[in-house]
């Protein structure tokens, strides 16, 4: 045999080997997820991985063209028709780089990206006609996603190729997130600057689409006036609706024109060994969103976004009510977050519930907050039954913790909580957090440690925090509390009162030592049943305010 035949007879025979392990490890890999569910606290179900039929195309026989200038959407189409034909398969994508406007997958579907490959979606907004679907939490017209697909079984992307959404040519950007050489260079490359000069569009159907969306709500929009604001509309760029089965392995997920990925409604979901990027100022670029998904593992995955990273939602305000599916069974762990506007988040739209969710071993460096509770009047639902453990951060822009029932609202003053006021009856309208706990964490450098906002009518019940160290700006502020409890914590701070309690109901609070400040200031005429430790009770530093009655705040005994 020739050096060349046996070399090529070599590559092929590599090649197939290749495939076929891969093949392999999406139908056979159960096994290797197994040490996930250890020490999990709640009855979590085996997710089952999706059975791929091992049957192999590639895209280029269809016709395709890896030039990064022909337009492959038949070819995709093409390709996607027969392989729902022949009963699945996967389509492997080879390196170069494809062109495509969007893709519709099918079940029992893998698509492959091997090293090298670039999926680059079309940004003409033409080719992504408007369908009814959910965006933030709420049903609306939106465009296709680029990458989408609706009511599948055994569904997987993997590979280490890259997808791209071309998120540059839908976004506005603000001018406050850029610097001013940033700010030129965009205004230079076309599209429009908003009459005030703080946003730039695109186009200036983006620009007019974004000045209609301030005059009406367009979430009740139907299709025929969507149509009028198509090019202001964004997709997120991965849907995966209403399906069981699905398996994300491998791919970088970038330049997004919304959120990132977006799975919802569906069960028996993985995904892991991603890299998802996007620009810091990637105006709702999100990373990973989960709505209403039971059954999930998130694991080693590494994030850099230009909002929320990692995302567990429910729906939002009465389209989440009435759809009532929880996001639930979920486990995440060993995951990187760099810049995100929060790392582990839940919410804000959780109206539909959100339950048993397990998250640990993540490291967040430089994201604006770390691990992040949000909700607002008018969302409902509840949220319980969550652990959190093992998470490291540096440099948290704001709050290491965050805990804000008034998010994109306008939460009291102190003054105003200070005061008993009117406040509005709980009803099913009401957001209710309860049974979360946190511990192991070690957060060096943020604006605040801790901040806990509950509503005065719906306090955040049993929220605890334990075995942790923070050094930040300022320290822990809980507000509007019931069963807060927080033990064996190191906190450094330089600010006047280390811990602020307003309003907080049998509180707990032991082993906390603190290192710099040592002021402890217990506010408000809710205060009730407050337990310190000896030594916070007997700090000079302890401060009772005028309306707290002085027979609340007790000294734990051993």
């Known amino acids: 045999m020739r050096p060349v035949c046996r070399a090529n007879t070599l590559l092929l025979v590599f090649s197939f080997m290749t495939l076929l392990f891969t093949a392999v490890s999406v139908n056979a890999g159960q096994d290797s997820m197994k040490h996930l569910y250890e020490g999990v606290p709640f009855d979590m179900p085996e997710v089952q991985l999706p059975k791929i039929p091992e049957k192999t195309f590639y895209l280029r026989d269809f016709g395709a063209k890896a030039d990064g ?70 049903d609306a017209w939106r465009p296709i996603s680029p990458l989408y697909g609706v009511n599948l079984e055994n569904i997987a992307i993997t590979g280490s190729g890259v997808i791209d959404g071309s998120g540059g040519a839908w976004r506005y950007v603000k001018k406050s997130k850029l610097t001013s050489g940033q700010w030129k260079k965009l205004i230079a490359s076309g599209g429009v600057v908003s009459d005030d000069g703080k946003m730039w569009f695109p186009s200036v159907e983006s620009k007019q689409g974004a000045l209609e969306q301030k005059q009406t709500d367009i979430f009740k929009y139907n299709k025929e006036q969507a149509e009028k604001i ?87 305000n009465e389209d989440g009510r009435r759809r009532g599916i929880p996001t639930e069974n979920v486990i995440i762990r060993n995951n990187m977050v760099y810049h995100a506007h929060g790392g582990f988040v839940v919410g804000s739209e959780m109206s539909g519930g959100v339950k048993n969710v397990f998250f640990s071993d993540a490291t967040f460096i430089g994201t604006d907050i770390g691990i992040r509770f949000k909700s607002t009047r008018g969302r409902g639902g509840v949220v319980e039954n969550i652990w959190i453990s093992n998470v490291n951060m540096t440099d948290i822009v704001k709050n290491a913790i965050s805990f804000n029932m008034f998010y994109s609202n306008n939460e009291p003053r102190m003054a105003d909580r200070l005061n008993r006021k009117a406040q509005p009856a709980v009803d ?6 309860k049974n979360i706990d946190i511990k192991n964490v070690r957060s060096i450098n943020s604006g605040t440690a801790v901040i806990l906002h509950g509503l005065p009518e719906m306090n955040l019940e049993n929220v605890h925090i334990s075995d942790s160290y923070f050094s930040a700006k300022k320290g822990v502020e809980a507000v509007d509390t019931a069963g807060l409890k927080i033990s064996n914590i190191d906190l450094s701070t330089p600010a006047e009162n280390a811990i602020v309690l307003l309003n907080a109901k049998a509180a ?6 603190l290192l710099d400040s040592q002021g402890v200031d217990v506010m408000g005429n809710k205060t009730e049943n407050v337990h310190l430790d000896k030594a916070l009770y007997s700090s000079k530093n302890l401060h009772i305010e005028d309306e707290v009655e002085k027979s609340q705040i007790m000294k734990i005994k051993k």
Request: with cysteine; net charge positive; charged share 20%.
């Open 508 to 513: 707990h609070l032991s082993g906390i030592r």
């Open 69 to 138: 200038i022909t337009d492959n959407s038949a070819a995709f189409a093409k390709a996607i028709k027969k392989i729902k034909r022949k009963g699945g398969g996967r389509l492997v994508i080879s390196r170069g780089v494809w062109l495509s406007g969007p893709i519709t997958l099918a079940s029992n579907m893998e698509l492959h990206l091997e090293h090298g490959a670039l999926l680059k979606f079309i940004p003409d907004k033409a080719l992504y006609p408007l369908i009814k679907t959910s965006y933030e939490g709420l």
């Open 230 to 316: 198509h090019h202001w509309l964004r997709p997120v760029m991965v849907a995966l609706v209403d399906s069981d089965k699905v398996l994300l392995d491998g791919p970088t997920f970038q330049n997004s024109p919304a959120w990132n990925i977006h799975v919802l409604k569906s069960s028996n979901v993985v995904v892991r060994n991603l890299k998802v990027r996007n620009p810091w100022y990637s105006q709702n670029g999100d990373g990973l969103d989960m709505e209403s998904v039971k059954n999930a593992l998130v694991y080693n995955n590494t994030f850099d976004v230009g909002d929320d990273a990692i995302c567990v939602k429910s729906g939002k």
């Open 428 to 433: 099913e309208t009401t957001p209710q957090f």
